[in-house]
């Protein structure tokens, strides 16, 4: 390959050489930038050609300015630039046209609290295509062409000229600074690579400046001795419109619909915070919304001297302040609890009653963190018994198949998540002794392709209902009654898990208390 590249390419000089790369670059690293233009841009006037003539030259110039700064230090460096850009350009132009999905901070905190075991999920034969077609053959070539060295002189001239054109273009359409406010966080989300570097660099800005200290809050007191128990379930990607609970045409909760026939059971119309999980997470265990990272729910239970556990089959949590022996992964409690565990996440829900009975305090919180309803490879979430809806998607890429078969998988999860949540509320019923409660509530929604948008992590500003609009569902025993609320939120569980435990503290606010006074 590399003898071919220096028969057949042989470009005359430097200047040409990153001209031609960046008009390559804007042509395949930006067609979702255009499509999306297109779709908010009706060119049915001069001034609207103008506008979209002005783009394609401004990305154009843009493109070209950062290889030219870095050909004036090294021509090598600017090879480098374009290899491994071309690289991570054709990565970030996959997701963005297969899934629908916008590369700002908020994605990109997505991106960031991906382990490889979800990572892996996304791998296909079209996406190792994809990256050789548009990244490893460009990238050889970007290294291997023989092109003559170039003058710093030259150099300079065209950068000054790049500059020139940007400063020009950005006058000549100041006009349309409305447009362009409009749609900012869109169009900045869709420049390569501009978008994915800064929007990285954006993301761990926040999150070193809230890790930097945890801000604790002031110290609780258990005010009774009573046996208090709550358990929180945190879903993943779960949306209420697919739960039969709240009128979904397919029977997805024919257990807790049992449940709430029954009583004990309520559920309550619910938005989530964000549309990502480590920040949703982090507003369900705060005591309010802030950029600050205070004292979380389970470290400060703890503290007060509650019994807290953690089981999780996911991540994103903020730093917990647990006895080692008190945090349990999946895969340590699929080997604890072998002889019952289906293979996918009983083991989450397995022996919480005994688990509870052993606990140190009279008062317990156990979170239970899922991964049920996570996309892409939704028919791998559940058990085979499960899959009752079909056929079922099972690509990693949701565009090659029908939107009734991506549904059809994704209910099966939330028929699944329905067995779970009614394990735990069938053991929380034989603690005759105990004050019991499950919250179950979602880091926040799904979509499944509806106009063309698939999975999570838009930004709230502009997201689909799908995203956002999620199940809160909650159970107590007989002893405990639940407010009627007009819609609930992430902020309600650190208030609501406080008053159901009995842990007075000043920044309890009874307004985000879901549970009336216990008989």
Not at 331 to 345: M, N, P, R, V
């Amino acid at each position: 390959l590399r003898a071919y590249f220096s028969r057949t390419a042989n470009l005359n000089n430097a200047t040409e050489f990153i001209l031609m790369m960046s008009a390559l670059w804007v042509v395949f690293f930006h067609f979702p930038l255009f499509e999306f233009i297109r779709e908010n841009l009706a060119l049915d006037s001069f001034s609207a050609v103008l506008l979209f003539v002005s783009l394609v030259l401004f990305l154009f110039a843009l493109t070209t300015f950062s290889p030219l700064l870095l050909a004036l230090i090294s021509f090598k460096l600017a090879r480098i630039w374009f290899a491994l850009i071309s690289l991570t350009n054709a990565l970030a132009v996959y997701f963005v046209s297969t899934y629908g999905v916008f590369l700002d901070k908020t994605m990109m905190g997505n991106l960031f609290n991906t382990n490889p075991a979800e990572a892996s999920e996304f791998l296909s034969i079209k996406m190792a295509l994809w990256i050789i077609a548009l990244g490893i053959v460009p990238a050889y070539f970007t290294l291997f062409v023989k092109v003559e060295k170039p003058t710093r002189k030259t150099l300079a001239k065209l950068s000054a000229l790049t500059l020139l054109v940007l400063i020009l273009l950005a006058g000549i359409n100041f006009k349309n600074l409305l447009w362009f406010d409009r749609h900012s966080k869109q169009l900045g989300a869709l420049v390569m690579p501009y978008s994915y570097m800064i929007n990285s660099v954006r993301f761990f800005e926040g999150e070193w400046a809230k890790n930097k200290r945890e801000i604790l809050l002031p110290d609780a007191h258990i005010s009774n001795e009573k046996k208090s128990v709550v358990v929180l379930v945190i879903g993943e990607s779960a949306r209420a419109q697919n739960f039969s609970l709240y009128g979904y045409e397919r029977n997805t909760n024919p257990l807790l619909s049992k449940t709430a026939g029954g009583g004990g059971l309520r559920y309550f119309n619910a938005k989530s915070s964000t549309t990502y999980t480590s920040a949703s997470i982090k507003n369900m265990l705060s005591h309010k919304d802030s950029g600050d990272l205070y004292e979380i729910l389970p470290n400060y239970l703890s503290r007060a001297g509650a019994s807290v556990a953690w089981r999780t089959a996911n991540w994103g949590e903020p730093p917990l302040h647990l006895p080692s022996e008190n945090v349990a992964s999946y895969a340590e409690l699929s080997k604890k609890y072998a002889k019952i565990d289906d293979g996918f996440e009983s083991a989450l829900v397995a022996n919480l009653s005994e688990e509870i009975k052993a606990a140190k305090s009279r008062k317990v919180l156990i979170v239970i963190h899922t991964s049920t309803s996570h996309g892409p490879t939704y028919y791998k979430k559940y058990p085979p018994e499960f899959e009752r809806f079909t056929p079922v998607c099972k690509s990693v890429e949701p565009k090659g198949c029908a939107q009734v078969e991506i549904i059809n998988a994704y209910d099966n999860t939330i028929l699944y998540t329905d067995f779970l949540l009614h394990s735990i509320i069938e053991q929380l019923k034989t603690l005759s002794e105990y004050d019991s409660a499950m919250i179950y509530v979602s880091d926040h929604g799904e979509s499944l392709g509806e106009n063309g948008v698939y999975m999570h992590g838009i930004p709230m500003a502009f997201a689909p209902k799908e995203q956002y609009e999620i199940p809160f569902i909650v159970w107590s025993s007989h002893s405990t009654g639940v407010k009627d609320l007009p819609e609930a939120t992430h902020f309600h569980i650190f208030h609501s898990v406080l008053a159901f435990l009995g842990v007075e503290s000043e920044v309890f606010d009874e307004k985000f208390n879901i549970f009336t006074k216990q008989k």
